[in-house]
T-cell receptor, first 115, second 112 residues
Framework: GAVVSQHPSWVICKSGTSVKIECRSL??????MFWYRQFPKQSLMLMAT?????????EQGVEKDKFLINHASLTLSTLTVTSAHPEDSSFYIC???????????FGPGTRLTVT | ELKVEQNPLFLSMQEGKNYTIYCNYS?????LYWYRQDPGKSLESLFV?????AVKQEGRLMASLDTKARLSTLHITAAVHDLSATYFC????????????FGTGTRLTIIP
């Protein structure tokens, strides 16, 4: 149980284009999902908290107009990287929260390369 | 601001040896998690520690929590090559908010 999927698993795009990443909870409903970014050989940094039916809460330093988050349903959150640049190349990981202990279950990640 | 530090950052050890990874955090917390990450992969949950003195064990890994010292340890017993990975601790800063703050990570390499 508590499986989270991400799509796509990897994507290569050209500078200036936009990319959408989907995060789905497959066997549970998640009011809250989280988006993280991980640069090579570094830790995970929280980008934003995504709440179903309301606006996402962004961490300090994360541009909300660049990283658009939509939590359209209790099983789906999307992250759109707008006008991507090479410095946005990273490993993006989502998590979905459930259970009495509010545990986070992590997706397999999406590797974004911007050329 | 909650800060989470791990040490060492890198650890190379021989098979069969024992070692400990340390995780220090700066403010009170409700719970602490340990995760494993293999290269190019996402996170695998290892342990969740909920209270002072909590100890959990799974195979060759054992985690403990001292909330008074704001310290958690991940102990590796008789290391085997399959344990080579990066290990992260993560701390929840506020119950209900449930934001995780991750440690810096410890890259563990087990040498045959």
């Amino acid at each position: 149980g508590a499986v989270v999927s991400q799509h796509p698993s990897w994507v290569i795009c050209k500078s200036g284009t936009s990319v959408k990443i989907e995060c789905r909870s497959l066997d549970f409903q998640a009011t809250t999902m989280f988006w993280y970014r991980q640069f090579p050989k570094q830790s995970l940094m929280l980008m934003a908290t995504s709440n179903e039916g309301s606006k996402a809460t962004y961490e300090q330093g994360v541009e909300k107009d660049k990283f658009l988050i939509n939590h359209a349903s209790l099983t789906l959150s999307t992250l759109t990287v707008t006008s991507a640049h090479p410095e946005d190349s990273s490993f993006y990981i989502c998590s979905a929260q459930t259970g009495a202990l509010y545990e986070q279950y992590f997706g397999p990640g999406t590797r974004l390369t911007v050329t | 601001e909650l800060k989470v530090e791990q040490n060492p950052l890198f650890l190379s050890m021989q098979e069969g040896k024992n070692y400990t990874i340390y995780c220090n955090y700066s403010t009170t917390s409700d719970r602490l998690y340990w995760y494993r990450q293999d290269p190019g992969k996402s996170l695998e949950s290892l342990f969740v520690l909920l209270s002072n003195g909590a100890v959990k064990q799974e195979g060759r890994l054992m985690a403990s929590l001292d909330t008074k010292a704001r310290l958690s340890t991940l102990h590796i017993t008789a290391a085997v090559h399959d344990l080579s990975a990066t290990y992260f601790c993560a701390v929840v800063s506020n119950f209900g908010n449930e934001k995780l703050t991750f440690g810096t990570g410890t890259r563990l390499t087990i040498i045959p």
